[in-house]
């Protein structure tokens, strides 16, 4: 199983919202530090408990859930510890708060004690069980879900487990081309490599894991940020970084350059490709690599950050290439250089369609996230590369536009209300509410009378569209501005998290700090935002929501708050209300469509499969799925092939079936308003009718 860091960085933003975020620059957290140490322990913990929504004080049922918690962030799969070790670490961690607030964190180091003792019995199973005696048996069935499974009560109960456990691993390499024997070195080394990681954790990383385990006891999006996550989210937000320029994948044992960004230093050598291996990283200073330098084996996290520096400093790596049968080593001196993730940022397409004769241009518009550089008012935003690239479709005389959400995760509120707010003309767009019952909700409004684009628009989501997407699809959706088709419906995270460091770079905090409501009062929380036009998608399943992660806070609902001030009756800046003949029209001309589709009538059949499947899975399908994967289009076999070339890329996401759907949806608005079939144009006469 391969490890990525796109664009050298770990994806944090997933499912996330921010509203403010004062976080150190990248020059502090290169200097010195204060090492998170049991001291701090109760100091952050109280942290999150004065600024949580809902929780202001540590009781037993805060203590049982950070329990659950903390365990579940050692073994999540259920893997290596036992029943009666879950038993013990309980015992041993009642009483944890106050504990911790008498600086007595030995429950806590005893806890990763167990699970690195377990981890080294289950490292000797696999070593003693994979031998060339061990045989592929097909018939097996695996519950692979750990929700479903309790934690096994005796050793052979665990052994029975691991070894069917084995045969689906030794499957997954078998259907990948490999040979048994090859296939049993490669799970053992990987397990090898796993005791390796949990036995180099240093207190301060044992006292992180912890701290997060204590966040997500409150809900499960407030979090802790160790001292160099603090850097990764930073470089998320800002979409920029200083480095050499490349993605990093991490593969038996390997960091392996996966992709070169155009402009970076690596790319600009002229000496690096695309599947070359990192074994080694010095510092500019060191004339000659130093066993320390070695980075095999070394976890992703830690090589990205031996890579990354000061911008104009110095880098060497050595590299290891595979050329026919033999390997080739050689080493390479790069210089550090600032880099925009612009793949990170948002882009627009234009998509000619023929309608009734005439050729009509949509702006297709991927947003992957709401990023928003802070640190200086120039900073880079996605409101303010939106409001370009809108401005860019205008001059292109574009006749609508698709936003695409479909894989958007969040990002910053303040940019939410921004993109929302060019669409119409001015008015409110999120309510967020506070912790304390006395204080009024805070109603975030588009203050800026511009309407960037006034034509047909369709906002396309998934059930991974959360937050920031769901303000915007809520909002548009709320003011009937725009057509929302794709998955069921979105996420359902309906609320705002607040990200503050700590003194002396020991870390930030992730706190949830207040649930948001969009302008027609509906919380987004567990539901999300429906679809007007549903498309078939894999991603819309139960195991993919808000309501099912651990502690989600319920759903609210207040008064609607829609502004009379948005809506535009007459001029070049007027756009017509979206109302239900519109959609139940444009909904049959695409489900017409999406029955003929051969892309989604496979995706029917593979949602059919799951389902039918259940929680249980054997082997055998394994090799069946290889026997479909021969007959399908290799391309599509991968959803995150990082070797493709940009132009590759662009080719593959827009032959997606759900990106071609939301195009034809747009050009079928087209021909209708063109066709003056919109029954409402301007404000509506009543507000009343906003809710029809």
Known sequence: MKRFFPLAIVPLLTFAFFSVWPLPQSEALRGSRLKLSCEHLNFIQSQYLENHITHSKFNRNLENRLIEQYVKSLDRGKMYLRDSDIKEIKAKMKGIYKKTRSRNCEPIQQAHEIFKKRVAERVAFVNKTLTDKFKLDKTVELKTDPDERKYPRTVAEQNRFHTKYLHFQMANYITSDMKPDEAREKIKKNYERIQKRIGEDDLEDIYATFLDAFARALDPHSSFFSWDAVEDFQIQMSLSLEGIGATLSSKDGFTTIEQLIAGGAAAQSGKLKPKDKIVAVAQEDDKKFKPADNVIDMDLRDVVRKIRGKKGTKVKLSILRKEGKENKKFDVVLVR?????????????????????????????????????????????????????????????????????????????????????????????????????????????????????????????????????????????????????????????????????????????????????????????????????VFPSTLSTDEIGEKNLDYSLPPKRVKRFLSKDAYVR????????????????????????????????????????????????????????????????????????????????????LERADIQEAINVAADFVEMVTLNSMATTGEPKKEARLGQ
């Open 570 to 653: 007459n001029g070049s800046e007027a756009w017509s209300v979206v109302n239900k003949g519109l959609i139940k029209d444009l909904n049959a001309k695409s489900q017409a469509r999406i029955k003929k589709n051969e892309e989604f009538t496979k995706i029917k059949k593979d949602i059919k499969k799951a389902k039918d499947r259940g929680k249980v899975i054997k082997v055998s399908e394994l090799f069946e799925e290889e026997k479909d994967d021969d007959k399908k289009d290799k391309d599509h076999k991968d959803d995150e092939d990082y070797t493709l070339t940009k132009e590759e890329k662009l080719k593959k996401y």
């Open 337 to 533: 250089d600032k880099i925009k993730l612009e793949d990170e940022a948002a882009q627009i397409h234009y998509i000619e369609k023929t309608i009734k004769g005439q050729k009509k241009t949509v702006g297709l518009i991927n947003l992957p996230s709401f990023y928003a550089d802070n640190r200086s008012q120039d900073g880079r935003s996605a409101a303010k590369d939106m409001k370009k690239l809108l401005a860019e479709a205008r001059k292109k005389k574009v006749d609508a536009v698709v936003l695409d959400f479909s894989t958007n995760g969040g990002g910053s509120l303040d940019d939410a209300v921004k993109i929302a707010g060019l669409f119409f003309k001015t008015g409110n767009v999120v309510k967020q509410s506070q912790k304390s019952p006395t204080g009024s909700p805070i109603v975030l409004a588009d203050l800026d009378p511009a309407v960037d684009y006034s034509g047909p628009l369709v906002v396309l989501t998934s059930r991974i569209s959360a937050s920031a997407s769901e303000i915007v699809a809520g909002t548009l959706k709320d003011y009937k501005r725009a057509i929302v088709v794709g998955g069921d419906h979105t996420f359902g995270k309906g609320s705002v998290q607040s990200v503050s460091n700590l003194p002396r770079n020991l870390g930030a905090l992730k706190t949830t700090v207040g649930m948001f409501f969009t302008a027609g009062g509906a919380s987004t929380q567990h539901r999300g935002v429906d679809a007007d036009i």
